[in-house]
């Protein structure tokens, strides 16, 4: 292969890992996002904001009650996916990242999300699961971005290939009932990944991965958004549906209006 030996190391950790976290790649539209976040949840509050940022994200805890937390993550969604420039930000600080791993002609996923996730609270955990196993193609590569230092408990787990494999061999015996049965089977195997503020991690989807109950002190907010190449198989999320191109070249675009010359 032709890539540079930079390019060749990302590749490799990526395909050994199942992941990668960088630095992200600009700096800049990070703290634009993370300004715009402020200001939607001092919106959402109905109070203006006086704590740094990483107080009032770490600790937002203390000012919404639990019952309210999915109507006010919501909320915050429906905010952040209704300017312009979020999406563009949000590829900013993992473009050169999806360029080595996925290629230069990029589907991105329409639609940010969010997760918000309180310290010893219950009802925001997501259960171990891989996307491919609900129909997302096995070419998608989830970029997920943290707005606070997310580390233990408070970060999301994942699954490595090799013990991804062995799972795959024995599902069937280790399936169990529930996807808490699932869990404890693969516990002793799955890496909860640290990931500050400031870094970016990108994952492979196709591994099974989840979160647990949070029991650090701070609350987690994480973003996560799904990049695959515009000419790669789809699964059931399709073009225009789920994803939009974002990045397509000139001959691409060139070759997609090419029509034969009529013979009659």
């Known amino acids: 292969m032709f890539l540079s030996d930079s ?14 976290v960088r630095p992200v790649a600009d700096a800049d539209a990070l703290q634009w996002m993370r300004t715009q976040f402020i200001r939607l949840v001092s919106d ?14 770490n ?4 000012q919404v009650p639990v019952a309210q937390l999915n109507t006010f993550r919501l909320k915050i969604i429906r905010g952040f996916n209704a300017v312009d420039e979020f999406r563009s930000m949000y590829f900013r600080v993992a473009r050169p990242y999806l360029e080595t791993l996925v290629g230069n002609e990029l589907a991105m996923q329409l639609r940010v999300n969010l997760s918000i996730q309180f310290p010893n609270d219950d009802s925001s955990l997501l259960p171990v699961h891989a996307d491919t196993w609900s129909g997302d193609s096995p070419y998608e590569v989830v970029v997920w971005l943290p707005l606070v230092d997310c580390y233990g408990t408070k970060a999301m787990y994942l699954l490595p290939p090799k013990a991804s494999g062995e799972l795959k061999q024995q599902f069937a015996n280790r399936a169990g009932n529930s996807s808490e049965d699932l869990y404890q089977s693969i516990q002793q195997d799955v890496k909860f990944l640290e990931v500050r503020y400031g870094e970016v991690l990108l994952f492979d989807q196709g591994l099974p991965h989840g979160n647990r109950i949070n029991d650090e002190t701070e609350t987690r907010w994480s973003m996560n958004c799904r990049f695959k190449g515009v000419f790669t198989p789809y699964g059931d999320k399709k073009i225009g549906e789920f994803f939009e191109p974002i990045t397509l070249r000139a001959a691409s675009r060139a070759g997609m209006a090419y029509r034969l010359p009529d013979p009659s």
């Open 44 to 57: 959402a509050l109905g109070t203006p904001l006086s704590d740094s940022p990483e107080d009032v994200l």
């Open 7 to 20: 390019e060749q190391a990302l590749s490799t950790e990526y395909l050994s890992q199942g992941y990668v």
């Open 59 to 62: 600790h937002i805890h203390r």
